[in-house]
């Protein structure tokens, strides 16, 4: 072989070295199925646990006084324990054959699956409370330096740390229907490039991650407006009795930290299409100058894009059910949550794929 042609065949493929010094987390789809039945396996022997009479058993109201706005709200541990063991059995099964490269009607049938169980695990299971707890961390830490107590930690009953563990595992079992998916179309697991990926396409995604940052920052606005008024003593939207009763009770303070860290997240989801959110700041401390990791930005973005789809999804269904016109301004604003989700999840998606690179696998 020609010297020349040896040395552009050979700097054409990924560097061994440098693949095997690859962190762990960009090696997700050699881990991801293991991790993913591990985890499936593990909550299948939970829900026989609580089949067979165990206690903690975290959905229904009968387990869980606080569970009014949760889909399984009429769960039992007797039939739900033994569902989520046979829901589990039949998942650790499928995970078998996703392993292997399927065509046709088995594909489609095994794709179903995977993504059936990553959109109820995500969205069906959660429920409000999951995002009060993740919303409420930078308010109780602020109130903390101000000497007042929200009880943070109140939030996190047992059913509410199982809903975090669900959304763990939609996650693991979302990564893994990705995977298969590239897998079984010819295109690399780890970036999902193949040969009609084009220059044209990735504009596409620049253009609809734009839109998309810019709906996820003005959807919040609303709630904004009407929860720093109330601070202000400014009954928009609500009753002269329930901005008292808001007074009375300090809520009027929490509306306007959740509100603040609203703001917060907005120009944090600026940076999805700002220079500096691939790279820090030179005034950034320690960082200055460094390149953003991607999942810095991915997995933060992407919890709070699910969290608050499946938030406004329920209130607007209690809405319709409700119709409380009265105090529209503390309820219409909540409306916007799965807009300001569905924005969120579609930025954060244009925000990866961007920020991919030349592929060390695929080269």
């Not at 020349?4 to 070295?17: G, I, R, T, W, Y």
């Not at 298969?180 to 504009?203: F, I, S």
């Amino acid at each position: 072989m020609n010297p020349a042609n040896e040395k552009n065949v050979s700097s054409a493929l990924p560097d061994q070295s440098e693949t095997s010094t690859l962190h762990w987390w960009k090696r997700w789809p050699d881990w991801v199925p293991y991790a993913t039945i591990i985890w499936t396996l593990a909550y299948g022997v939970l829900g026989l646990y609580w089949w067979a009479g165990g206690q903690g058993f975290p959905l229904g109201l009968v387990n869980d006084p606080g569970a009014a706005h949760s889909l399984f709200r009429q769960a039992a541990a007797a039939d739900g324990g033994l569902l989520i063991a046979c829901l589990c059995l039949l998942g650790a099964m499928a995970m078998l054959l996703l392993n292997r490269k399927a065509r046709g009607i088995t594909r489609a049938i095994m794709l179903l699956y995977a993504w059936s169980a990553a959109m109820v695990l995500c969205f069906a299971i959660p429920d409000p409370r999951a995002l009060i707890g993740m919303a409420y961390a930078p308010v109780s830490l602020i109130g903390a330096v101000f000497g007042q107590s929200l009880h943070y930690l109140d939030f996190f009953t047992w059913p509410v740390v199982n809903q975090y563990i669900c959304l763990i595992g939609g996650l693991l079992w979302a990564a893994t229907a990705l995977t298969y998916q590239r897998h079984t179309r010819d295109a690399c697991r780890y970036c999902g490039r193949n040969k009609g990926h084009t220059l044209r396409r990735m504009n596409v995604v620049t253009r609809l991650g734009r839109w998309a940052t810019y709906a996820a920052i003005l959807a919040p606005l609303y709630y904004d407006i009407t929860r720093i008024a109330w601070l202000l003593g400014i009954p928009f939207g609500i009753t002269d009795e329930m901005l008292y009763s808001l007074q009375a009770s300090d809520a009027d303070w929490a509306g306007a930290g959740l509100a603040l860290v609203s703001i917060g997240g907005a120009f944090l989801t600026h940076g999805l299409i700002k220079p500096w959110g691939e790279s820090f700041p030179r005034w950034f401390p320690i960082l200055g100058g460094r390149r953003v990791p991607p999942a810095l930005a991915v997995i933060p973005a992407g919890f709070v894009a699910i969290l608050l789809t499946v938030t406004g999804i329920q209130v607007i269904l209690e809405f319709t059910m409700s119709g409380d016109f009265q105090n529209w301004g503390g309820t219409t604003p909540l409306l916007l949550m799965p807009v300001w989700g569905i924005a969120l999840g579609t930025a954060t998606i244009c925000y990866y794929y961007r920020r991919q690179e030349q592929c060390r696998q695929c080269a």
